[in-house]
């Protein structure tokens, strides 16, 4: 067998042996960039899961405070430390004028309209403060959920990114094991051929 024949055979298996390599190289790389999406995915769907009850809850205290701007106090009057606090003063009231003979007098009455709006507008701004409190962890969590989202697709792109170097860069080398072989073939058939003076 001739040198000739030794090399090509050598560079024959050498650039398949590279071929293989690349191709192994570009299917671990590809597998590497799915798994860490995979994870990245799950992570950001985890957390978004732990983060949605604070989410719920300023969504639930938005529209309360907009129900309250349309004129709407329902949510208010129904609210527990309200009807307590009512309830509580109304006993007292009645309990005091029963005690001077006057439980359904004129003057209990007023003395019952009177309370009911002083404790109204009292803790109305009570009621508003406790919703925005909720409306603003709400649109806290909101805005944290957007950074994690934007943090999520920055990653994703960035594996995406690898996986297309990693395949183009195994492109590269199969490119160069190819012509490589191809040059040593030329190189010998022209070595044959006598075109580097003589022949094998």
Not at 185 to 200: C, D, L, P, R, T
């Amino acid at each position: 067998m001739s040198m000739v024949a030794v090399a090509v055979g050598g560079a024959v298996v050498g650039a398949a042996t590279d071929i293989y390599a690349a191709n192994k190289s570009a299917s671990a790389a590809k597998a590497a960039g799915r798994n860490a999406t995979a994870e990245q995915a799950r992570q950001f769907n985890q957390t978004r899961e732990d983060m949605m009850p604070w989410l719920e809850s300023g969504e639930w205290a938005l529209d309360r405070q907009q129900q309250v701007l349309n004129g709407d106090y329902s949510g208010f009057l129904a609210s527990p430390d309200y009807q307590a606090a009512l309830q509580l003063g109304t006993e007292q009231l009645d309990a005091g004028a029963t005690a001077g003979g006057n439980l359904w007098g004129g003057g209990a009455d007023a003395d019952r309209i009177q309370f009911g709006q002083q404790l109204a507008s009292q803790n109305l701004g009570n009621y508003w403060n406790r919703l925005a409190g909720l409306s603003q962890t709400g649109q806290t969590t909101a805005n944290q959920l957007g950074a994690y989202g934007q943090n999520y697709a920055q990653q994703y792109g960035q594996n995406q990114w690898g996986v297309a170097n990693a395949r183009s860069s195994a492109y590269g080398q199969q490119a160069d094991a190819v012509n490589n072989l191809a040059n040593l073939g030329i190189s010998a058939y022209g070595y044959k051929n006598g075109w580097f003076g003589g022949k094998a």
